[in-house]
């Protein structure tokens, strides 16, 4: 079982930049596969970025390629998202997950409990 704990989420301006991070805690981090999904309110969840095994693994929303990085510190067991240049549909409860494969929220076999994103105007 994996545990994941996310933070840094809050609320920040247009054009502003924020950095989630996500600890893991229990089986090895570095077996996994590390998604990073958004859901805003009344939308279903929906892909952000993955991160493989390997950091030539690496892919991202279309709409946050060029804004967002996602990457990983095998030796913290931490996934990190920085976002810049965030929009105001870049607003809604960001998730970490680990799991198997990158782009459908089945690949995910354990979830983090969220953390709010809000871009103001």
């Known amino acids: 079982h994996v545990q994941l704990v996310e933070s840094g989420g809050g609320l920040v301006q247009a054009g502003g930049s924020l950095r989630l991070s996500c600890a893991a805690s229990?089986?090895?981090?570095?077996?996994?596969?590390m998604g990073w999904f958004r859901q805003a309110p009344g939308k279903e969840r929906e892909f952000v970025a993955a991160?493989?095994?390997?950091?030539?693994?690496?892919y991202y929303r279309v709409s946050v390629k060029g804004r967002f990085t996602i990457s990983r510190d095998n030796g913290k067991n931490t996934v990190y998202l920085q976002m810049n240049s965030l929009k105001l549909e870049d607003t809604a409860v960001y998730y970490c997950a680990a799991g198997r494969g990158y782009f459908n929220a089945y690949e995910y076999d354990y979830w983090g409990q969220g953390t709010q994103v809000t871009v103001s105007s």
């Open positions: 991160i493989g095994l390997t950091d030539d693994m690496i």
């Open positions: 229990g089986r090895p981090f570095s077996t996994y596969a």
